[in-house]
């Protein structure tokens, strides 16, 4: 449900871990304190990240009581999970193909782009629905479902809602709003009212729209799928051939 990289030595990860990957129980070889996360060997820190979005209430918030540690190149990422989540982070980095539907919620509903990528590239659904569920439809491959999702009462049905997804489904939840960060080249964008501007590539378009963009390349880049993330580009440039 929270994916994050935590750069550090990967043989010494592999040797903590007793092989490639793992799901440990939240609190073990991997501890959450305060917004570190962060990954045990012996007793002893070994990596952690610092993360923007997360706390140690928001963890307790979500039920999190699980991790799935995956060691690549030169670091491991760690998947946070409820006990009855989908598990298998593998799959998600090397699976394909990759089917991205990222959502953006906000008082106007639910804002969704589903992107298919992995060998072809294919924009199946696209408009404003009531519920991520009635807007969330699996497609063969690996599906991962990316919602910005605000934490405030209001809300809090469609949480139940990717909780519910979350058991058959790979989901990831963003809590905080990616709307200034430019799709193509990651940058800061400008804020015009409703409408965000990217002074580097001239690229302006909704800001609500904009997030849904920001948030499936960001998970992307974070999996480390790098192929992918230049299909993103140019699905974003095929779709929005004007800016
Ligand atoms: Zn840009």
Same mark, same amino acid.
């Given at each position: 449900?929270?994916?994050?990289?935590?750069?550090?030595?990967?043989?010494?990860?592999?040797?903590?871990?007793?092989?490639?990957?793992?799901?440990?129980?939240?609190? %073990?070889?991997?501890?959450?304190?305060?917004?570190?996360?962060?990954? =045990?060997?012996?007793?002893?820190?070994?990596?952690? =990240?610092?993360?923007?979005?997360?706390?140690?209430?928001?963890?307790?918030?979500?039920?999190?009581?699980?991790?799935?540690?995956?060691?690549?190149?030169?670091?491991?990422?760690?998947?946070?999970?409820?006990?009855?989540?989908?598990?298998?982070?593998?799959?998600?980095?090397?699976?394909?193909?990759?089917?991205?539907?990222?959502?953006?919620? *906000?008082? *106007?509903?639910?804002? =969704?782009?589903?992107?298919?990528?992995?060998?072809?590239v294919?924009?199946?659904?696209?408009?404003?629905?009531?519920?991520?569920?009635?807007?969330?439809?699996?497609?063969?491959?690996?599906?991962?479902?990316?919602?910005?999702?605000?934490?405030?009462?209001?809300?809090?049905?469609?949480?139940?809602?990717?909780?519910?997804?979350?058991?058959?489904?790979?989901?990831?939840?963003?809590?905080?709003?990616?709307?200034?960060?430019?799709?193509?080249?990651?940058?800061?964008?400008?804020?015009? %009212?409703?409408?965000?501007?990217?002074?580097?590539?001239?690229?302006?378009?909704?800001?609500?729209? *904009?997030?849904?963009?920001?948030?499936?390349?960001?998970?992307?880049?974070?999996? %480390?799928?790098?192929?992918?993330?230049a299909e993103?580009r140019e699905i974003?440039r095929l779709? =929005?051939?004007?800016?």
């Open positions: 449900m929270f994916t994050y990289y935590l750069r550090c030595d990967a043989e010494k990860a592999r040797e903590a871990l007793d092989g490639d990957y793992k799901v440990v129980d939240l609190g %073990g070889a991997v501890r959450v304190v305060e917004s570190f996360v962060t990954l =045990y060997a012996g007793g002893v820190p070994l990596c952690m =990240y610092k993360s923007w979005r997360m706390t140690y209430t928001d963890y307790q918030i979500y039920g999190l009581a699980k991790a799935e540690v995956f060691v690549r190149k030169d670091g491991v990422l760690v998947r946070l999970v409820r006990a009855d989540e989908k598990v298998g982070l593998p799959e998600l980095v090397e699976g394909s193909p990759l089917v991205v539907h990222a959502m953006d919620v *906000n008082e *106007n509903g639910v804002m =969704y782009r589903v992107f298919r990528i992995g060998g072809y294919e924009l199946a659904a696209r408009g404003v629905a009531g519920g991520i569920k009635e807007a969330f439809h699996p497609k063969k491959g690996v599906n991962l479902l990316i919602v910005d999702l605000p934490i405030s009462p209001k809300f809090q049905h469609l949480l139940g809602e990717a909780f519910d997804l979350a058991r058959e489904h790979f989901v990831e939840l963003h809590t905080t709003m990616l709307s200034d960060v430019c799709p193509l080249c990651g940058g800061r964008m400008e804020k015009r %009212g409703r409408l965000v501007r990217c002074p580097q590539c001239k690229v302006q378009l909704s800001r609500d729209v *904009n997030a849904v963009w920001a948030l499936a390349r960001n998970i992307v880049r974070r999996l %480390g799928r790098e192929q992918q993330l993103l974003f779709y =929005y051939p004007n800016v």
